[in-house]
């Protein structure tokens, strides 16, 4: 699963990069949980928690099966 968590980051990289921003992959945990770090211009955004939540989450839960939930750590 974490390789296929980590091919959806790499599609939604260029996205958040291009507005100065990252993500990292930290952890793929076995019962679905997504452990991802914000880097950049997204760590310290205020609609960080949107774009984590409507953009990853969301994206992840559609092309991995298995993922349950996606956080910032």
Request: proline letters at 4%.
């Amino acid at each position: 699963m974490r390789e296929a968590v980590a091919a959806v980051l790499d599609k939604i990289r260029p996205s958040l990069q291009a507005d100065g921003g990252n993500v990292e992959l930290v952890d793929v945990t076995e019962d679905g949980i997504v452990k991802v770090s914000l880097k950049g211009a997204c760590a310290g955004c205020p609609m960080s928690s949107m774009t984590l939540k409507n953009g990853i989450e969301r994206l992840l839960k559609q092309e991995v099966p298995g993922v349950k939930e996606v956080v910032n750590v």
